[in-house]
């Protein structure tokens, strides 16, 4: 199952605000390194890096639904699952992940964001003080809440990565806008 992206958040106060602090924080880490992104086919985050300074063919953006409106734009575009695209790229450094996913953490039958983010960190694609943000929605939260939806997606990247030898710090950054939530991890190797 496709999710769907709202062509409307390029103008939601919200998410302009994390695209600042996305860009903020891609400032510090353009010249050390690439990055993978989960982007669409307005290619904002993309963008949001290229302002940044980092040079384009640094960003990598696995999309098998866009594939190919975005390779026309982006050479390096995949026509894979983000997940299929992280066992390619086993130990290949990344200094900055942006898992933008428009649906929940749990995912379905085709998008496995909890696998992902555990390949992410197993594969040993994060290096030493990158940054790894993550969206997902929060919409259809467990019978427990929407706080436990956020504990579980906390739970998850911070147990992913302890068990592959990081620490992920989160950052006081992050947002809960139009039933998604936004969060942002400095990734330090143990």
Do not use: W
């Not at 575009?77 to 942006?98: C, I, M, N, Q, S």
């Not at 710090?169 to 947002?175: H, S």
């Amino acid at each position: 199952m496709k999710e769907i992206y709202d062509s409307s958040v390029r103008t939601d106060t919200y998410k302009l605000q994390v695209n600042d602090i996305l860009r903020e924080l891609a400032l510090k880490q353009r010249r050390k390194g690439k990055a993978v992104i989960l982007d669409s086919d307005k290619l904002v985050t993309r963008n949001i890096l290229l302002s940044a300074g980092y040079k384009i063919c640094n960003i990598n953006i696995p999309n098998p639904f866009s594939y190919k409106s975005i390779r026309k734009i982006h050479a390096r575009t995949y026509e894979l699952l983000l997940g299929d695209y992280l066992d390619k790229v086993k130990r290949k450094p990344f200094t900055f992940a942006f898992f933008d996913y428009c649906g929940g953490l749990n995912g379905n039958n085709i998008v496995k964001p909890k696998e992902d983010i555990a390949k992410y960190f197993k594969n040993h694609n994060a290096t030493d003080e990158s940054i790894f943000a993550i969206t997902v929605s929060i919409r259809q939260s467990s019978d427990k809440g929407v706080c436990s939806s956020i504990t579980n997606l906390h739970s998850t990247v911070t147990i992913s990565a302890f068990n592959a030898g990081y620490t992920a710090v989160l950052l006081p950054i992050g947002y809960c806008y139009h039933g998604m939530f936004f969060a942002i991890y400095k990734i330090y190797e143990k």
